[in-house]
């Protein structure tokens, strides 16, 4: 069973944690429940107060105490292969637990409304699980836009054509974020810059985010983080379900589930998305589309296949895409304007199949140790060109991962073990420049994890990967926690990651510019580029509270990483863009301060400050990223009403981003009215959300994003000139689009 505890926040008082409790115990031993006359002592169990962050393990008797309150009435004991048990407790008292052995491989479900955002107080990683709930405050229609009520994400414009947004976590890129489905890679490589506009919002069941460098056992890019998203099950999802949207910009989609239990250990889900927008939409009247013209299809097949009694899971997934996306002047016909000079204007046409298996069993006689295998194959590829200039890639992609999974002793002494294989074909050309390679890499990790839930717990990786290019090397990885007091959470962690940066499809924003491009070849063996390199070191405080009867909790973090080989993107020459190796110092400095409080019966509130430093050394000297506020504020108020028989409810959201002043590209040397000020000023982005659920099969909601109606004067430069030497659509620090209204429904059943 997950660590995942529902909490709520309130401010600066962590010495409310120590007030009002009492020091009377709940004691009691855990047992195996056995055919013989004796019933065995379970060593390391986990037993904890439900909606708390106190908890604690079996000693080798089996036997444990657990301060009683009067504040928590539940009482979950868990131990891994054993069907939990619940408890009511009234009082101080001693108990005796006895745990049946179980080959489910599901996880037990305790009944109980679960937070729409979870922290995890006693997992060694800093993780946060956004729910369904939470996914649906924003009415997101895809991945990309799954983000807007959480604080630990930035979401930003990539250009100022194509619509895409990109996300930041402690300062950086996507690209340093290691970004899996169900623990497989997914947005990577040809994806990039527009994968995570390829999973729709409806398809997911949840996502997690993991601060800081992540686990060995996903591989050894992962620098700043980890996302990992979890899609629906055709086993728990509804037998059907559609949902519809429409915005008044003419952007309509409509996503429809479809699934079935087959027999009694097999089941099936058809999910089907389609989008559209073909209003041309130019409201700043610079003559380009403020949106593209978009057309995509998305079919996913899932199968799902349980054996418990045997110990059997699987899932098989397999999915086709088509994207199209048209860009440019507002009068741009492709038929008429293609490949000339009269009317500027682009597509990007994507076409990608991806499949994945994962097989997992557990031993029968051992329900503490299994074994899993991964495996996933995609095709992707991309037509596209900008203006005058083309860009096409396919890439090949193959990732197996075979993980074994037992104890050491007894259950608090948990290890991982296993091997990797990954083959990445990339066929690429830029205009007549041909930057096809292939990239083959095999590695095999350790894990260990020590779970005190006490006190302390901690895992510690280690993994040895051999790549054709990058040659071999080591991955470090360290995660740490520690309880000092009551409902409190402290850890801290490092890691070493690398990775091989493609330069071109992680940086396709620049393709809609007339910057020439300069790559300086450092003799490397990507793009005659060196590897990046990056050490990420960690610290967070979570503490739970109660105040006025009612709980929250407040969470600090720190996260620095410091660059080793970073391949620059240097563009602050308006008329060019350079890649070149990092000569010098690059870092990211992170901060964040978060508050969520639980202000009177459905209503929540959740406030951070985040506070970023984030320099690198250029040719020039050293600067601040550009595009990037050093300050930010989030704020989210959500509220609900009681549910009624049926099901209906009433459920209100309201979100406030602002941004501080962002230092912008040196765009001096231009003449005069073709240049940006040095910093762009602070700005507010609000956005709001009614849902009227009628029952549990239909609901309807409206909402509106940007509605203070704040937007960038000038997102395309030179917009006058679009084939002359001062173009660039790449600066873009706030919204182009101004206020929007949405409408959808959601049908079930």
């Not at 910009?249 to 998305?273: A, C, F, Q, V």
């Not at 990420?536 to 709980?551: E, I, M, V, W």
């Not at 010098?584 to 406030?607: K, P």
């Not at 230092?663 to 073709?674: A, F, G, M, Q, V």
């Amino acid at each position: 069973m997950s660590y995942m505890f529902r909490c709520a926040v309130v401010s600066s008082a962590i010495f409310f944690s120590s007030l009002g409790f009492s020091q009377e115990k709940v004691k009691g031993k855990v047992l195996e429940k056995s055919n013989t006359e004796s019933d065995l002592p379970l060593s390391g169990a986990s037993v904890y107060w439900m909606n708390s962050q106190t908890g604690t393990v079996t000693d080798d008797n089996g036997s444990f105490e657990i301060e009683y309150t009067g504040e928590y009435k539940r009482l979950i004991v868990s131990y891994m292969g054993f069907e939990s048990d619940t408890l009511t407790i009234n009082e101080p008292k001693t108990v005796s637990i006895r745990l049946k052995a179980s080959n489910e491989l599901n996880e037990v479900v305790v009944e109980q409304k679960r937070d729409a955002t979870e922290k995890a107080f006693l997992t060694p990683q800093n993780v946060v699980t956004i729910n369904s709930a939470e996914l649906l405050k924003a009415a997101c229609c895809n991945l990309a836009e799954s983000f807007e009520t959480n604080p630990s994400i930035d979401v930003n414009l990539s250009d100022g054509l194509t619509g895409t947004k990109q996300i930041q976590m402690l300062g950086l890129t996507s690209p340093y974020l290691l970004i899996t489905q169900e623990n497989i890679p997914m947005v990577r490589g040809a994806s990039q810059a527009y994968g995570l506009t390829f999973t729709p919002g409806t398809w997911i069941e949840s996502i997690q985010i993991s601060k800081g460098a992540g686990s060995v056992v996903n591989g050894y890019e992962s620098i700043s983080g980890q996302i990992n998203t979890e899609l629906v099950k055709p086993l728990t999802d509804n037998e059907l379900f559609v949902n519809g949207y429409g915005n008044q910009n003419g952007r309509y989609e409509l996503n429809t589930h479809l699934n079935k239990k087959l027999t009694d250990k097999w089941s099936t889900g058809l999910y089907i998305h389609g989008n559209k927008r073909s209003q041309r939409e130019d409201n700043n009247g610079d003559g380009f589309l403020d949106a593209p013209l978009a057309d995509q299809i998305n079919v996913m097949n899932r199968w799902q296949f349980q054996d418990p009694e045997k110990g059997w899971v699987s899932f098989f997934n397999v999915r086709f895409l088509n994207d199209e996306k048209q860009i440019g002047q507002v009068d741009y016909e492709p038929e008429l304007h293609k490949n000339g000079s009269d009317v500027w204007g682009g597509e990007i046409d994507t076409r990608r199949f991806d499949s994945s298996v994962k097989v997992g069993y557990v031993f029968p006689n051992l329900p503490f140790q299994s074994i899993g295998f991964q495996a996933s194959y995609s095709n992707h590829l991309q037509d596209s060109y900008f203006g005058t200039r083309s860009y096409n890639i396919g890439h090949e992609s193959l990732y197996t991962n075979l993980i074994f999974n037992s104890i050491i002793g007894d259950t608090r002494n948990k290890f991982k073990t296993g091997l990797t294989f990954a083959y990445d074909g990339y066929d690429e050309q830029v205009s007549v420049d041909d930057y096809s390679r292939s990239d083959r890499s095999a590695g095999a990790f350790f894990e260990y994890g020590y779970e005190n839930l006490e006190k302390l717990s901690f895992t510690a990786g280690l993994r040895i990967d051999t790549h054709n290019r990058l040659g071999t090397y080591i991955t470090p990885r360290f995660h740490l926690r520690y309880t000092p007091w009551e409902r409190a959470s402290l850890r801290g962690s490092f890691g070493r990651g690398k990775r091989a940066a493609n330069i071109f499809t992680e940086n396709q924003q620049l393709f809609s510019s007339a910057r020439r491009i300069a790559i300086a070849d450092a003799g490397g063996s990507v793009y005659g580029l060196d590897p990046e390199e990056a050490w990420n070191y960690g610290a967070s405080f979570l503490q739970g509270f109660t105040f006025l009867g009612r709980s929250g909790n407040i969470s600090i973090d720190f996260y620095r990483t410091d660059f080793k080989n970073q391949v620059v993107v240097d563009w602050e020459n308006p008329q060019e863009v350079s890649f070149y190796n990092l000569d010098g110092d690059s870092f990211s400095n992170s901060f964040q301060f978060e508050v969520d409080y639980e202000l009177a019966t459905n209503f929540e509130i959740r406030t951070a400050y985040k506070y970023y430093d984030v320099k690198v050394d250029y040719r020039r000297g050293e600067l601040q990223k550009p595009l990037q506020a050093q300050n930010r504020f989030f704020g989210n108020l959500a509220y609900e009403t009681n549910l009624k028989n049926n099901g209906a409810q009433w459920r209100f959201d309201f979100t406030l981003h602002t941004f501080g002043k962002q230092r912008l590209p040196d765009t001096s040397n231009n003449p005069e009215s073709y240049r940006f000020e040095g910093f762009a000023s602070p700005y507010s982005n609000m956005n709001a959300q009614i849902t009227k659920v009628f029952s549990k099969s239909f609901e309807v909601y409206v909402g509106g994003e940007n509605l203070g109606n704040t937007t960038q004067q000038v997102p395309v430069l030179g917009a006058n000139d679009p084939f002359g030497p001062y173009f660039d659509t790449s600066i873009v620090y706030a919204p182009i689009m101004g206020r929007m209204f949405y409408a959808g429904f959601r049908y079930r059943i």
